[in-house]
């Protein structure tokens, strides 16, 4: 028997079928989001666990619930009212939510997701509307080990946590980040498996330095300066105490800490307890396969290529670690990396001279590299540097300009462009503009989606490489394997796997589209799993001796699914006891 909840557990009956203990009937079995199936319990159902009259006589089937709730979803008049109505379902019926999600994955992930979910994050206050996860505060902190208690759950094994000081490309977000734990959790159970009874997204509040939402009478999260130092510690570590006590098997997601803020959390957990950084370490590894597909079908090799990295926020440092770890397996020396890959803040090229924050100095090209170059702005690097590959992760919407991505272009046939910031507003040039600016010859990919874009009478596909194709496989693996720490061999066999997957099911593109979510992060589980293995890290017994098509049916058996199952009354429930 698998301890699921406070108020319900899974069983199998005789024949090995699996059902639903409860332990709550009548009215508040109808607004429990796991358990609610609405007007899809049965008569039986209805009868037994005191149901009878409380819902409409008609009784549907999942596909006519389904249905019912898409064409309400097309009624929604924005893509902000879409995301609220969906935020809506899944807070009344999660399988319902779920099964609606797989369906119409690539029309509803920009709006559970990025960027709809940036403007969900901004109007975060104004939206709120029922409870979901889990808020830890400066004013509830020292309750940690209570708070988790408060969770229904039983056996989390996903966290998402976040303490909004960098959401996307658009800052500190005091508590609206928590709208992102949430979205990117959405995509755990829709293209992870990762069985939505096991999530809990997490909003670390321990403040904002956003005067403006401060003083906004409607803002919900803690009003007063973002802890730092020793005190913002001290929250963390009594956060992941607390973890660790109550679900000592779950991995944790940091998400959307700023720059000094996530290197800092990741360096002083990751072997404390089983986490990574998405930022760093998703976006690295889904930036090294987009790159790595873009030099195959340019016909040369990664280590051939001269990289541009404008941003050196979390992001551009771990898509500068990650594409030098490719550089790395392709033969080439430190040296013959530290004069290909460049790295730009806001003040221009990081040179070994110049004076920045700790995290930034691996990241500095040696001054002597660059000693001779008129400049170290971005257009100064791409000419002199020879850059074939420029890579956008600064948060500045446009910061590619024409002589920029034009300079690119004088340097290779096929210039690779990736501007990566999210949401829309923040990506560093448009696709349409790239392809103009090189006569259609740029390979581009953008972090936020965007349409296919016509030029010269050639469709280029746009893809989206978005650590989406990245973090739902890596995390899974991670769950499944049970891994004592996510190494950074297994982040590098996720990048690996995406190429290859993409190589194998969709040539010709950068990334896969966005409908083959799931496949792509089936394969990111395969390879992570493995690697998990071969690093001795996997704690679960079962997957230790399985060769990869055992390991392959071990992930499949495992992944979850948005499926109604029969409920029966556990001994002891009583209706309405909750
Ligand atoms: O959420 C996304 O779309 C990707 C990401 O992690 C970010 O931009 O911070
Ligand atoms: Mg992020």
Known sequence: MARISRYYDVNRDEDGHRYIDVKVTGFPLLHLPLLNKATAFTDGERQRLGLEGLLPPGVSSLDEQKHRSYLRFRQQSSPLEKHAYLRALQDQNEILYFAMLEDHLEEMLPIIYTPTVGEAVQQFSRLYRSPRGLAVSTRNVLR???????????????????????????????????AISIGKLSLYTVAGGVGPDKTLPVELDVGTNRQ??????????????????????????????????????????WEDFSKDAAFHVLERYRKVVPS?????????????????????????????????????????????????????????????????????????LLTSDRAMEDYKRPLATPAAVAAAWSGKDLLSVVREGRVTVLLGLSGQGGIFSEPVVRAVGANTERPVVFPLSNPTANTEALPEDVLRWTDGRAIVATGSPFPDVEWDGMNHQIGQGNNAFIFPGLGFAAVLTRAAEITDAMVTAAAYALAEYTAQAWPGRTY???????????????????????????????????????????????????????????????????
């Open 276 to 348: 990574f950084n998405d930022d760093i370490q998703g976006t690295g590894a889904v930036t090294l396969a987009g790159v790595l597909r873009a030099c195959a079908l340019k016909g040369e090799a990664l280590r051939d290529q001269v990289v541009a990295i404008h941003g050196a926020g979390a992001g551009g440092a771990g898509v500068a670690a990650a594409i030098r770890e490719g550089m790395r397996r392709e033969g080439l020396t430190e040296d013959e990396i530290a004069a290909r890959v460049f790295v730009l803040d806001s003040r221009g």
């Open 212 to 253: 403006d939402l401060i003083e906004d009478p409607l803002y919900i999260g803690e009003r007063h300066a973002r802890l730092t130092g020793k005190a913002y510690d001290d929250f963390i570590d009594a956060f992941v105490r607390a973890v660790q006590d109550r679900y000592p098997k779950a991995i944790i997601q």
């Open 144 to 178: 940690a080990p209570q708070l988790l208690q408060n969770v229904h759950q039983e056996d989390v094994r996903m966290i998402v946590a976040t303490d909004s000081s960098a959401i996307l490309g658009i800052g500190d977000q005091g508590f609206g980040g928590m």
């Open 512 to 578: 896969p589209p966005t409908r083959a979510l799931r496949a792509a992060s089936r394969r990111v589980a395969l390879r992570v799993a493995r690697q998990a293995i071969d690093d001795g890290v996997a704690r679960e017994e079962k997957v230790r001796h399985l060769d990869d098509a055992g390991l392959e049916a071990f992930i499949e058996r495992r992944f979850w699914l948005p499926k109604y199952l029969p409920y029966r009354t556990a001994p002891g429930a009583s209706p309405d006891a909750t």
